[in-house]
């Protein structure tokens, strides 16, 4: 049976995480050697980066129980003012890539000033990763549920695929939820022997920062949190209502920088229009797919594709690829699958995130409002979020807002005010669950990530990090234009 490895679909219900003794976490230690060269990698890139392993509960509600290994990677500096972990996005990134080979996130001033660590999350890559049957995976079903018997049929296979990766993955499949990894990351800290970290969280790694905050203020020197992931109360309606409002604002956005930049391939012409040609030619399956033209794209794939290109954004590219689309024959392939996120990406979706769904009439409604509430973007590529949960056990680690204490700094929220995925609601709704023990700093522009696209973004952050400068409330960076 062939076995591929992938991000948790599901959880399991289980008490809330206790104290951790200090004696669970202060006696580990990291035994540091280089980092692997991969085939094909540039070991001049490599060059730098010591990789370790280190053992952490399976179950931190049991710290004396089993245990696995955690992947964990840093660079050093000659004389550090302390260390800087790194929170991983996703869910579903390699922490200890991004040290071996992605150190371009981070400017020279902070490679100069920190030792940089990330890991790899428990069920990721190198630490215990998620496996399951390529097969069962290769039956996922599309999100886009069209009936009660294809509702049915999802939750089946749900249930179908949990029991598989549970029994090829191992103890830690029923551990993977973001308030265990605020513990592995507590245990890092006590391995390296700090006192206080610094942490720059990510996307889905700004949740563990903020978790983190929750749990252990007292041992944060620094914390910023980058395109901020809102896990405060929201029922299913509204998490959907965020995704799409947000998707749907950062097309838009791209059809009015088409519609004043003479040099777009679209300027002049009615992109929504082309747009809605585009969908239900891949509904009648006479599109091929964006990332691979011998397949039939679905509305969803096609979407999905789209949306990915407004991370940058890509907004000349995605012109250009409206353009060959309109144009293109029919495929002769079926739809690529699985329809669902690729492995190693869903990650602890289930797990962290509450998004319950009784019956396929409640399904129902939800797309039809999505679909009358965003005139392009009719299917938020984080349904996922909720069509691969159907059917599983509760989440363990549901949507609450935060209760933030005794934080000796305030912690740095930036977010672009057009990101496709965590939109600017997400951040101001964090922003108010921290009040007086955060500050929102706010780019002007668009895209997901905003420290590696704005100058100005970037130097408030290592100003920061590094004097613990703290922005004025209300402090705004203006837009930088992607270029064409």
């Known amino acids: 049976m062939k076995l591929i490895t992938w991000g948790a679909v599901a959880g399991v219900v289980f008490a809330g995480l206790t104290a ?97 660590v990330s890991f790899d999350p428990r069920g990721i890559a190198r630490s215990n990763p998620v496996v399951c049957s390529a097969a069962l995976l290769a039956k996922q079903p599309s999100p886009q549920i069209g009936s009660r018997a294809e509702f049915d049929r999802t939750i089946r296979y749900n249930r179908e695929l949990d029991q598989d990766c549970r029994a090829h993955t191992g103890p830690v499949y029923d551990h993977i939820d973001t308030l265990q990894t605020v513990h592995d990351v507590d245990a890092i800290r006590a391995a390296l022997g700090e006192t206080r970290i610094s942490f720059h969280g990510s996307s889905y790694g700004t949740l563990l920062g903020e978790l983190y905050a929750e749990r252990y203020p007292h041992r944060l020197r620094a914390l910023v949190l980058e395109s901020i992931f809102d896990h405060g109360d929201s029922t299913t309606g509204e998490f959907l209502d965020a995704q799409a409002a947000t998707a749907q604002d950062s097309f838009t956005e791209f059809v009015n920088w088409c519609a004043k930049t003479t040099t777009c391939s679209l300027h002049g012409r009615d992109i929504h229009a082309l747009w809605a040609d585009l969908v239900a030619r891949a509904g009648r399956g006479e599109l091929p797919d964006p990332r691979q033209a011998s397949v039939k794209a679905t509305p969803f794939t096609l979407t999905f594709g789209v949306f990915r290109m407004l991370y940058d954004p890509q907004w000349a590219a995605l012109a250009d690829l409206l353009k060959r689309l309109e144009t293109s024959p029919p495929p002769t392939g079926e739809p690529p699958v699985p329809t669902g996120l690729a492995p190693n990406t869903l990650a602890p979706f289930c797990r962290d995130l509450s998004l319950p769904v009784r019956t396929y009439g409640e399904f129902s409604a939800h797309l039809r409002r999505l679909a009358r509430n965003n005139p392009d973007l009719k299917i938020p590529p984080t349904l996922l979020a909720v069509t691969n949960c159907l059917g599983l056990p509760k989440a363990v680690n549901p949507q609450q807002d935060l209760k933030i204490r005794g934080l000796k700094t305030p912690a740095l929220l930036a977010n672009a005010l057009h990101d496709p995925a965590t939109g600017y609601s997400w951040a101001t709704s964090v922003a108010r669950q921290f009040g007086k023990q955060g500050v929102l700093l706010t780019y002007e522009g668009w895209g997901h990530g905003s420290y590696n696209k704005s100058p100005c973004v970037g130097q408030a952050i290592d100003n920061y990090l590094i004097a613990l400068t703290v922005p004025r409330r209300g402090t705004a960076c203006p837009a930088v234009p992607p270029a064409n």
């Not at 981070?106 to 940089?116: H, R, T, V």
Request: proline share 9%; hydrophobic share 35%.
């Open 20 to 116: 951790i003794p200090a004696t669970a976490v202060e006696s580990k230690t990291l035994q540091w050697s280089k980092c692997e060269v991969k085939p094909k990698e540039d070991p001049n890139v490599v060059a730098g980066s010591e990789c370790a392993t280190l053992q952490v509960p399976v179950d931190w509600n049991h710290p004396d129980g089993p245990t696995f290994g955690l992947a964990v990677a840093r660079r050093t500096t000659e004389d550090p003012i302390g260390t800087l972990v790194f929170g991983p996005g996703g869910p579903g990134d390699s922490g200890v890539d991004r040290i071996r080979t992605g150190m371009s996130r981070f400017s020279d001033a902070l490679e100069d000033k920190f030792d940089i």
